[in-house]
């Protein structure tokens, strides 16, 4: 099955800096890869999203980009925000029945 | 207000005993799954349900339980057979057709006693 690594566990930055998530993806065949925003005691929020058929896709200050050949993907973040502070996770969807591998997720805390 | 709801956001339970954690959508969704959030381990996959009275193991089935009798419901059991259970349990929904987001629900935290 799939197998999805994420790092680092944690990230801290200081708030107008870049932050930088990289996951990597075992399955080739896997197609669609969103990243989520979870903040504390919620559930899991989209934040952006990337097919196979694209290398990049931005969305104001979050960018994703995939290299397919070499099966990594990642998150950037631009001018960070203290409310940008939270848990990420990058996801692959495997198989048929849109079942999504997530990654072990990435604490970012942004300092003022 | 349309989405996915998920009950009790808290739940103690004794060990031993069975609980059955709620999850409803009204998004019009197929597929909807259960994950279980342990810290440090990200989110894995319980059960999961393409269409009603139909569902399939994930990758940690063993001690659980669930239903799919109405497309807005898929119950999840927690049964004394699981053994740790105390964790954070997240339902998500989505389209039955690949490529789509899964939209998840607030969770809820099992503590066993």
């Known amino acids: 099955g799939e197998n999805v690594e994420q790092h680092p566990s944690t990230l801290s930055v200081q708030e107008g800096d870049s932050a930088v998530i990289k996951c990597t993806y075992s399955d080739s065949a896997s197609n669609y890869f969103p990243w989520y925003k979870q903040e504390l005691g919620k559930g899991p929020q989209l934040i952006i999203d990337?097919?196979?058929?694209?290398g990049e896709k931005k969305d104001q200050r979050i960018a994703v980009t995939l290299n397919k050949t070499a099966k990594h993907f990642s998150l950037h973040i631009t001018e960070t925000q203290p409310e940008d502070s939270a848990v990420y996770f990058c996801?692959?969807?495997?198989?048929?029945?849109?079942?999504?591998?997530f990654g072990t997720g990435t604490r970012l805390q942004v300092t003022l | 207000d349309g989405g996915i709801t998920q009950s009790p956001k808290y739940l103690f339970r004794k060990e031993g005993q069975n609980v059955t954690l709620s999850c409803e959508q009204n998004l019009n969704h197929d597929a909807m799954y259960w994950y279980r959030q342990d810290p440090g381990q990200g989110l894995r996959l319980i059960y999961y349900?393409?269409?009603?009275?139909?569902?399939q193991k994930g990758d940690i089935a063993e001690g659980y339980s669930v239903s799919r009798e109405k497309k807005e419901s898929f119950p999840l059991t927690v049964t004394s057979a699981q053994k740790n259970p105390t964790a954070f349990y997240l339902c998500?929904?989505?389209?039955?057709?690949?490529?789509?987001?899964?939209?998840f629900g607030p969770g809820t935290r099992l503590t066993v006693l």
């Open positions: 998500a929904s989505t389209f039955r057709s690949r490529l789509n987001e899964q939209f």
């Open positions: 349900s393409q269409i009603v009275n139909d569902f």
């Open positions: 990337i097919r196979s058929n694209v």
């Open positions: 996801a692959a969807e495997s198989g048929t029945a849109s079942k999504l591998t």
